[in-house]
């Protein structure tokens, strides 16, 4: 995934990105195209395929029926586990992905974790026992920069597919009964309308740009992910990678990325809309 | 039904320098299951005794495939990843790969074409599923250079009455070529592709 640059192919990437005119002519705040495929494993709960540049994700939910955790008792878990398949780099054969997986994982978990953004309450079944927890796996089939926003997108997509049978309760206090639904058309769907998206943006020389190539990703220092509602409202914000970032160039930055969220919760939102008048569930 | 994806790497110098064969390249084979691939979520891929095992399998099979005298001191790396699983993943994880040698330009002595089997009250069932597997009937896999019908690689999982063992071998053989029907249709659309970006149309 590394790639060798010379020193002027650097040059020639920085100064694009600061003249909002990058080596793909594209503007510091515009999205390649993106390609969305839901519904693409029927053995799992929920499941999407990303395509966006070279990067390519697998998005598959599972669902399963766990006892609460003690510290909340009425909401859901979420759990989210990154991979990188070898398929996409001989160097992911074992455990050469290890370090990639966890920056992955940890950063994916961070923007999906705050209990106040995510409805996980409507996952609770008996509250104090037992409570769905969705496993969801995000396998990126190729890398080709902008991992996080793909896994994202994907991630929403998914879930917004996601089907969970209905559970039928019965009985009072400590004789509380669950049953689990058999009938595979007896399924309710998560409100998805708040979940957030990430979006990266890279510092490239004294200016920054979302959805960045491989090539700018190499000559990028430091990025940072912010976490943006579709109401515009930011949920959370991580910076990652080498590099020091200007707090006024920050300011920027989330504006940016707030923008550029809104926009993409739009038109995903309107492809997912669509896409439920194709399906019969 | 079972979806693979199959890639290939190579043919690059060994990485390990005991294992190099100064006649021959080697095939290196990876094979595993994607988290949400099974029916029952599996935590982590880690390698297992099943996955490796099969990785072997798949090494072995292309060994006697490839034409390995042409790479000498060289490896070739097989990357196969079930993306979901619902019976017969060895014999979709040998086509795919099969195709996937093909696409990379690797030279093969034929096509090889796996295709799965079980007896159901004396009758032959061809390419389970999930479900038809979990019954616990005799499992019959096979891999065919479907040219000359040399069977490449066989196994046999549980038990299988000696009368219907040729009735079985048969019939895998016949869904082998069907198989190779599939797989052709593939690779000539994949020729008039590329030859199209030339200019050049190909007798196929």
Not at chain 1, 157 to 179: D, F
Not at chain 1, 227 to 241: I, Q
Not at chain 1, 253 to 267: A, F, P, S
Not at chain 2, 150 to 155: A, D, F, R
Request: net charge negative; charged share 25%.
């Amino acid at each position: 995934m590394a790639t060798r640059l010379s020193i002027n192919e650097i040059r020639y990437i920085i100064d694009g990105v600061e003249q909002d005119f990058r080596t793909d002519g594209r503007a510091a705040e515009d999205y390649r195209h993106v390609e969305l495929e839901s519904r693409v494993l029927p053995n799992t709960n929920g499941s999407a395929r990303c395509k966006l540049g070279k990067t390519e994700v697998l998005v598959g939910i599972k669902a399963e029926v766990v006892d609460v955790d003690v510290h909340a008792p009425h909401i859901g878990k979420l759990v989210i586990t990154a991979d990188c398949s070898a398929v996409a780099s001989p160097k992911f054969v074992g455990k050469g992905s290890e370090a990639l997986e966890n920056d992955l994982t940890n950063i994916l978990s961070f923007i999906y974790h705050s209990t106040e953004t995510l409805p996980l309450k409507e996952l609770c079944i008996l509250p104090g026992k037992s409570c769905w927890q969705l496993n969801v796996d995000v396998l990126f089939v190729q890398c080709g920069g902008n991992l996080f926003d793909v896994a994202s997108i994907a991630l929403k997509a998914a879930l917004h597919n996601t089907t969970l049978p209905k559970v039928r309760v019965s009985g009072e206090g400590i004789e509380m009964e669950m049953e689990v639904a058999d009938d595979p058309y007896h399924v309710w769907k998560l409100d998805v309308s708040n979940w957030p998206i990430c979006i990266t943006l890279y510092q490239i020389g004294c200016s920054f740009a979302v959805d960045p190539s491989e090539e700018e990703v190499a000559c990028s220092e430091g990025y940072v992910h912010v976490g943006v509602l579709p109401s515009g409202d930011v949920s959370s914000m991580e910076k990652s990678g080498a590099g020091n970032i200007d707090p006024t160039v920050l300011l920027e930055m989330v504006e940016v990325g707030v923008r550029v969220g809104e926009d993409i919760h739009n038109q995903l939102d309107k492809q997912l809309e669509a896409e439920k008048s194709l399906a019969k569930l | 039904s079972s979806g693979i994806n199959a890639e290939y790497g190579g043919p690059h110098e060994c990485a390990n320098r005991t294992a190099r064969n100064h006649e021959r390249a080697i095939i290196s084979c990876s094979y595993n299951f994607a988290s949400f691939g099974a029916a029952v979520r599996k935590k982590k891929m880690t390698a297992d005794k099943k996955t490796t095992e099969v990785g072997v399998m798949i090494q072995n099979t292309f060994e006697a495939a490839v034409m390995l005298e042409k790479f000498p001191k060289s490896q070739i790396d097989i990357y196969v990843q079930v993306l979901q699983g619902d019976g017969g993943e060895r014999c979709v994880a040998i086509n795919a790969t099969t195709l996937a040698l093909i696409n990379a330009g690797i030279p093969l002595k034929d096509y090889v074409c796996a295709c799965a089997a079980t007896v159901f009250q004396d009758s032959v069932l061809l390419d389970i599923n999930n479900l038809e597997e979990s019954y616990r009937g005799p499992l019959f896999m096979l891999a065919v250079m479907p040219q000359t019908e040399s069977i490449v690689q066989l196994q046999l999982d549980h038990r299988l009455h000696n009368d219907h063992l040729d009735k079985v071998v048969r019939e895998t053989i016949q869904g082998c070529r069907d198989i190779k029907v599939l797989l052709d249709r593939q690779v000539k659309e994949w020729t008039v592709e590329a030859a199209a970006a030339y200019e050049i149309k190909p007798r196929v």
